[in-house]
Each structure stands twice: as structure tokens, then as C-alpha cells.
């Protein structure tokens, strides 16, 4: 995000790109198929974007982007793999 903040792109295309990014590095593969791939990117691009948000408002600073991120995984990962062993 400082990358473009310095390459002065407006704060939309500080968090758009990042998020973008973030959700397209935990997409995984396209073996199961577009659709189960786009459920991954694009929730994970907007919670990404999300925290893109956290770290501009928290004035540039690492630590609400890294308490969100944690909250996110310590209350859906466990659900997600609740649901992975009960499904088979």
C-alpha cells in the first residue's frame, strides 16, 4: 500500500489492489473448478480490502490490520474445519 501511496495513487487503489492481490494469493487452485475458486477470491479479496481500511485508518500501523486478521482466523478456521471433517 505504500508503494502506491507513493507512486500517488488515491487511497480506492491503496486498498482495491492489495486486497485484490491478498485474495488472489489464497485462492489455491483452479482443480475444483471456476466457481469454488471465485467463492475463495472474491470474499477473500474483500476481507483483505477490509483490512487495507484497518491499516489506513489506523494510521498506517501494522497492529488493527494484525488483530483483525487474527479474529478472522481464530473464529472462522475452526468452523472451516469443523465443516471439512463432518462433510466426508
Do not use: C, S
Not at 487511497?11 to 475444483?32: D, R, T
Not at 466457481?35 to 481500511?53: K, R, Y
Not at 489506513?56 to 474445519?81: E, K, Q, S
Request: proline letters at 6%; hydrophobic letters at 60%; glycine letters at 12%.
Amino acid at each position: 500500500m505504500t508503494e502506491f501511496a507513493e507512486a500517488r495513487y488515491g487511497k480506492v487503489i491503496q486498498v482495491l489492489m492489495p486486497g485484490v492481490a491478498f485474495g488472489l494469493a489464497h485462492a489455491g487452485y483452479l482443480n475444483q473448478g471456476f466457481l469454488p475458486w471465485l467463492g475463495i477470491v472474491v470474499p477473500t479479496a474483500f476481507i483483505g480490502m477490509m483490512w487495507g481500511v484497518a491499516y489506513l485508518l489506523g494510521r498506517r500501523g501494522l497492529v488493527p490490520a494484525m488483530v483483525a486478521h487474527f479474529l478472522n482466523d481464530a473464529t472462522a478456521l475452526p468452523w472451516i474445519t469443523f465443516f471439512m471433517i463432518t462433510a466426508h
